[in-house]
């Protein structure tokens, strides 16, 4: 079956050609932690989240911080049902959600494992933005919780850096879409349905956020965003510096502006190979 679900529209065959995410036909894990506590805290609570890592991406940034299953693709392979049955081995109750990360090119498979089941916990569909809004629609049937990177607004920001000129266009629609379809609801200071946007300022780039946050206040109602400071450069990277606290302060400055202030704020400490999965 041909492969349509992201935006490059590859149209392979998965089973006998590799896309532009280099995965194959069954859905591929690379590493699963359990009561993972490393994402934001209306995520985790105390309990931490069932974090699972996908193989591959349709994105694959060349400063990914988890280049090595985003690029290398390092992982295990499940067929659907085969990962229905992984969810399923847990305790669900010791965690406060179902982290899945890096999921977007393998939607049609997770929503095929996930469409008849119904889980205790949270479903979070962490991704990087750069979604169908079909496939957006599709998934929603089976998650709860949209924690999506708002990447970029320059377009030769994000064909230099992520290979995809149409990004903001894409994202753009996307996110708005994700919002439409699920309204934030908490329940004991944890977000159980709703839309969580990231956003990584780029070192050099802080002008390109400030436009970012200028389309999220614009367009999303309501949002929870989380500004994030942890670019930290690996060896493929062209930018080969971390961000300086005045770059920072500036985009964090002008959020506060726009009154963008119903989420979190990322220590500069977070710029560290120490937070970077071992895969």
């Not at 995410?21 to 805290?41: A, T, V, Y």
């Not at 959600?97 to 479903?123: C, G, H, M, R, V």
Request: net charge neutral; with cysteine; proline share 5%.
């Amino acid at each position: 079956m041909k492969c349509f679900d992201c935006p490059r529209e590859c149209g392979v065959d998965r089973t006998e050609k590799l896309g532009f995410c280099r995965e194959q036909s069954n859905i591929r894990i690379s590493k699963i932690i359990e009561n993972f506590m490393w994402e934001e805290p209306c995520i985790t609570g105390e309990k931490g989240v069932l974090a699972i890592f996908f193989s591959g991406c349709n994105l694959r940034c060349k400063f990914c911080q988890n280049y090595e299953i985003s690029h290398i693709g390092k992982g295990e392979s499940y067929t659907p049902k085969e990962f229905k049955d992984l969810l399923l081995s847990y305790d669900l109750t010791k965690f406060s959600a179902i982290d899945l990360i890096t999921p977007s090119q393998f939607s049609s498979q997770i929503y095929e494992a996930l469409k008849d089941i119904n889980l205790p916990i949270p479903i979070v569909w962490n991704s990087n933005g750069y979604e169908k809004v079909e496939t957006i629609n599709k998934v929603s049937q089976v998650v709860d919780v949209f924690l999506v990177d708002f990447k970029y607004y320059d377009s030769k920001l994000s064909e230099e850096l992520s290979c995809a000129k149409d990004y903001f266009a894409i994202a753009s629609q996307a996110i708005t879409q994700m919002s439409l379809l699920k309204e934030n609801i908490f329940e004991k200071d944890l977000l159980k349905q709703g839309v969580l946007i990231r956003h990584l300022v780029i070192p050099g780039h802080s002008n390109d956020s400030c436009k970012v946050l200028d389309f999220i206040k614009q367009n999303i109602k309501s949002p929870i965003i989380a500004l994030m400071s942890q670019f930290t450069p690996i060896p493929q990277s062209p930018i080969q510096r971390k961000l300086l606290p005045l770059e920072f302060k500036a985009v964090c400055a002008h959020a506060k502006k726009l009154g963008l202030d119903r989420g979190y704020f990322q220590e500069l400490s977070s710029s560290s190979k120490d937070f970077i999965p071992k895969f």
